[in-house]
């Protein structure tokens, strides 16, 4: 099996930092493109940043120059660096990725359980 965790969630003031992390971890044989995502109550999940196995990294609008997505190939582990957080920026944050299982020729993706961030003065 495969499971994604992630850690570093909280509760922060407008304007300040969290650094996510997100780590893959079973039979893992290859992973391809690393990604986060967020839910706010009542909304739909939207997509925050990704990052392929290259390390070429894709943003959403409402996160350019703000947040900064990572990844560490060797520890299977993706990273989620938001600044100048707004309260807007409130949500449950996902990560995402696309693995392929050893012994499996396919690829899919797998979610983690989520963490919350909540930004408030």
């Known amino acids: 099996q495969v499971q994604l965790v992630e850690s570093g969630g909280g509760l922060v003031q407008p304007g300040e930092s969290l650094r996510l992390s997100c780590a893959a971890s079973?039979?893992?044989?290859?992973?391809?493109?690393m990604g986060w995502y967020r839910q706010a109550p009542g909304e739909q999940r939207e997509l925050v940043a990704t990052?392929?196995?290259?390390?070429?990294?894709n943003y959403a609008d409402f996160v350019k120059g703000r947040f900064s997505i990572s990844r560490d190939n060797a520890k299977n582990t993706v990273y989620l660096q938001m600044n100048s957080l707004k309260p807007e920026d409130t949500a449950v944050y996902y990560c995402?990725?696309?693995?392929?299982?050893?012994?499996?020729?396919?690829?899919?993706?797998?979610w983690g359980q989520g963490t919350q961030v909540t930004v408030s003065s």
């Open positions: 990052i392929t196995s290259a390390s070429s990294a």
């Open positions: 995402n990725a696309d693995i392929q299982r050893r012994g499996y020729i396919n690829t899919r993706p797998y």
């Open positions: 079973g039979s893992i044989f290859r992973i391809y493109t």
